[in-house]
């Protein structure tokens, strides 16, 4: 039986968790989900966010309790948003703590900024702008072994990605033919400061089984937001979600910045529209963080925190999660 944990907060709604190891404690970078009655729309008008709140685990016994460490960070303090304030995650860099974040600037265009802090938890100092370049949603930062540090992210609709195919900012973009590429994430390297890129960032290629990109039409098995890398066995995994189909999705390649080719399905969807995930090794084991509904009954912008660990076949791929099946 896969070690599996229910929702690890409920004093607040969380979503869209970051998970990461450091000093032998697993953190959680979240997004803070705030309760609202207004309406939800292909924007994610619902996702209302105003700040972070940083969870902590000792260990993942059941008998460990997940901390909220409190408020880390909140969109007052940030002098370029204007609201909603998304999935978030973190790096570590010569003991500094960087949290990336996705916001609306006060023009509504989503884009990423970064906050400093000499702890894990925060609080977080917000720098002044966003990142130069930096456009769309759902940061995820990935240390190679090299020492490098990339930075992948983007999400269609409500996410923008469409709105940036020509490299500019355009309102109202063509919609992309059903057999053509579809869009992939973008990925930058981080500059030794870790607060700009090394160079505008460049959108990755997912690739089917026979060398082709993946097509728009193909909901199934195309980028749609919430990327995260990590390494198993020399390899990259590229994980995602489908968003339309509700999969979380992975491919593998032999650069961090691609191209992927697409391997299988991670997890079956789960209770609410949203899936966003990370995936972590902790004491030789792996685990699957994610989010879902089940508390709220299905309300999109109420989402809660859990974790299962995940098994890897000797060919490399992932044992899928069917996240009820323990039930
Ligand atoms: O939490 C707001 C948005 O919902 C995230 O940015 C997406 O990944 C989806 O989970």
């Known amino acids: 039986?896969?070690?599996?944990?229910?929702?690890?907060?409920?004093?607040?709604?969380?979503?869209?968790?970051?998970?990461?190891?450091?000093?032998?404690?697993?953190?959680?970078?979240?997004?803070?989900?705030?309760?609202?009655d207004g309406g939800d729309d292909d924007e994610g008008v619902e996702y209302a966010m105003e700040d972070y709140h940083i969870l902590s685990m000792d260990n993942t016994d059941d008998a460990t309790p997940c901390i909220d460490n409190g408020e880390a960070l909140h969109m007052k303090d940030v002098p370029w948003v204007s609201k909603q304030m998304w999935a978030p995650d973190v790096a570590l860099k010569d003991g500094k703590y960087y949290l990336y974040f996705p916001a609306?600037?006060?023009?509504?265009?989503?884009?990423?900024?970064?906050?400093?802090?000499?702890?894990?938890?925060?609080?977080?100092?917000?720098?002044?702008?966003?990142?130069?370049?930096?456009?769309?949603?759902?940061?995820?930062?990935?240390?190679?072994?090299?020492?490098?540090?990339?930075?992948?992210?983007?999400?269609?609709?409500?996410?923008?990605?469409?709105?940036?195919?020509?490299?500019?900012?355009?309102?109202?973009?063509?919609e992309i033919p059903a057999d053509a590429a579809a869009l992939g994430p973008l990925v930058a390297e981080l500059n030794e400061d870790m607060k700009t890129f090394k160079a505008f960032p460049k959108m990755i290629t997912i690739l089917d089984e026979n060398g082709e990109p993946i097509k728009a039409g193909d909901e199934d098995r195309r980028y749609f937001e919430g990327p995260w890398m990590h390494k198993y066995n020399g390899l990259y995994y590229l994980s995602y979600s489908t968003g339309t189909t509700h999969f979380l999705v992975y491919a593998t390649g032999t650069s961090p910045e691609g191209p992927f080719t697409y391997r299988g399905r991670l997890m079956e969807p789960v209770i609410g529209w949203t899936t966003h995930h990370s995936i972590i090794e902790y004491h030789g084991k792996w685990y699957l963080f994610y989010h879902d509904c089940e508390i709220s009954k299905g309300i999109n912008h109420r989402r809660n925190v859990k974790f299962t660990e995940i098994f890897y076949n000797e060919d490399g791929t992932i044992k899928t999660v069917f996240p009820y099946d323990h039930k």
């Open 1 to 36: 039986m896969a070690k599996q944990r229910e929702a690890l907060v409920t004093n607040i709604f969380t979503a869209d968790p970051s998970a990461h190891v450091f000093d032998d404690k697993i953190y959680i970078y979240p997004s803070h989900d705030l309760p609202h």
């Open 104 to 174: 609306r600037d006060k023009q509504g265009i989503f884009r990423l900024g970064v906050a400093v802090s000499d702890s894990p938890v925060g609080p977080f100092k917000a720098e002044d702008c966003f990142i130069p370049g930096s456009r769309s949603i759902d940061p995820a930062v990935f240390k190679d072994d090299d020492g490098k540090y990339y930075c992948y992210n983007g999400g269609l609709w409500g996410g923008q990605l469409e709105k940036w195919m020509t490299g500019s900012f355009v309102e109202n973009p063509d």
